[in-house]
């Protein structure tokens, strides 16, 4: 069966859940996964999947943050984007040219995925608005270009991805920008750190995505009609646009990205493909959520967790944040070392079990050849624990000392 029929049957009838920067940025901040990777290749419904299996976790956008979201976007682009190409010019240093002057060319590509919450609309022609993006590529000599929702394509384990950007834009040079636009406030200059950090992250997915389309299509040196076309390159400066303080103007900040291209570069290389992977797996394997006339889906839990029990996966506690079955392998990795973290496995190297561990810091437990470096740093930490301990309960000069 060929891979895409295989991972149709994975997902049974249900909509077809779509790669985002999101995604495919939670993906490689865990890339030794391969129940995350099966399953977002073949866009499973997570969500559903672990509420129905008694794992649901809070998790994603709320609605909240959604149309609140949407609100800004809508404020932003208001009057066809003029404030909005005012806040780039002074943010990324370019001339808009005199008043009224034809300096700027808006191209707007199609509407949002996030509008249908993820779902690929059936009528979409993926094909045709890849076309039309990648016709859209390329500098104006003569001034400045706007690309709202363009597609990109990106392959990440063997498949290619499809991916929207809110902005990018070309300036007469020939440099791309990537432009994002965020719903998080920016309170006297300072954002969450951690929402800044995963924007950072979507937004070096864009420009790999961009940097790989046009090198691989050499969008620009090909384009007829435009004898003198500076070459192409994709900034490793993005633009993030966000609320400023507590009112809805927007603030347009610019970040480098370049330790996030390295770090996507790394683990995009390290993901299994897909393929392989499916080769493992039984061919009937399928996690179809098929609903009833309650709207609940019909399978059995315990057919689809038997199905999950099929693919290896590798809870760290950054699932909690990044992927919508954290509880699930979080009870599924009790008791193991692996499961509280990279810094842990690395350190217990050899040691499985937490409770080996336990009696391996308290000498209950003989040490295998291999874990006597690990046994011994044991020692020593539950040594020192005990006297810290035994310090704080009897303190010098105390009631009782
Ligand atoms: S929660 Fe589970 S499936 Fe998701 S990334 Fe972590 S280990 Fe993989």
């Known amino acids: 069966m060929r891979t895409e029929a295989r991972l149709d049957l994975i997902r049974g009838s249900a909509a077809r859940r779509r790669h985002d920067a999101r995604t495919i940025a939670a993906l490689t901040r865990n890339p030794g996964c391969n129940r995350r990777a099966v399953l ?40 066809g984007g003029t404030d909005l190409l005012r806040l780039l010019a002074d943010c990324l240093g370019f001339d808009l040219g005199p008043a009224g002057s ?20 059936a009528a979409e022609n993926l094909a045709d608005r890849l076309d039309r993006t990648v016709t859209a590529l390329r500098p104006d000599p003569h001034g400045i270009v706007l690309v709202a929702h363009p597609l990109l394509a990106l392959p990440v384990g063997g498949q290619d991805v499809h991916l929207e950007p809110d902005l990018l834009v070309i300036r ?20 969450d750190g951690e929402k800044v950090a995963a924007a950072a992250v979507q937004a070096a997915v864009y420009v790999l995505a961009l940097r790989r389309m046009l090198r ?9 009609m435009m004898p003198v076309v500076p070459p192409a390159t994709v900034s490793h400066d993005v633009v993030l646009v966000c609320p400023r303080d507590f009112s809805n103007a927007p603030l347009a900040t610019r970040v480098d990205v370049r330790r996030q291209l390295l770090g ?36 059995p839990a315990t057919e689809l967790t038997t199905g999950l029990d099929l693919l290896d996966a590798r809870y760290t506690p950054d699932c909690l944040s990044t992927c919508e079955l954290a509880f699930r392998c979080r009870h599924e990795a009790a008791g193991r070392t692996a499961a ?11 040691i499985d079990t937490v409770t080996e561990a336990l009696d391996l810091a308290h000498g209950t437990r003989a040490p295998a050849e291999d874990q006597a470096e690990a046994a ?4 020593i930490t539950a040594r020192m624990y005990a006297e810290a301990l035994a310090g704080a309960s009897h303190p010098p000069g105390g009631a009782d000392g």
């Open 40 to 79: 977002d290749a073949a866009g499973v419904d997570k969500d559903g999947l672990s509420r129905h299996i008694g794992f649901a976790a809070p998790f994603g956008q709320s609605q909240f943050a959604i149309i609140r979201g949407n609100a800004f976007e809508a404020r932003v682009r208001n009057d």
């Open 376 to 379: 011994e740093r044991l020692r």
């Open 216 to 224: 691989a299509r050499e969008v620009v040196p090909t384009v007829p």
């Open 102 to 121: 034809p300096g700027v060319t808006v191209l707007d590509l199609g509407a949002s995925a996030e509008q249908d919450g993820g779902v690929r609309p």
């Open 340 to 350: 509280l973290g990279a810094s842990v496995r690395e350190d217990l190297g050899g």
């Open 264 to 299: 996507l570069e790394h683990q995009l290389t390290r993901l299994a493909t897909i393929e392989a992977l499916l080769d493992d797996l039984p061919a009937d394997l399928t996690f179809d959520l098929a609903a009833g006339p309650d709207g609940a889906p019909t399978r």
């Open 172 to 191: 007469p040079d020939g440099q791309f920008h990537v432009v994002e636009i965020k719903s998080f406030p920016v309170v006297d200059g300072q954002a």
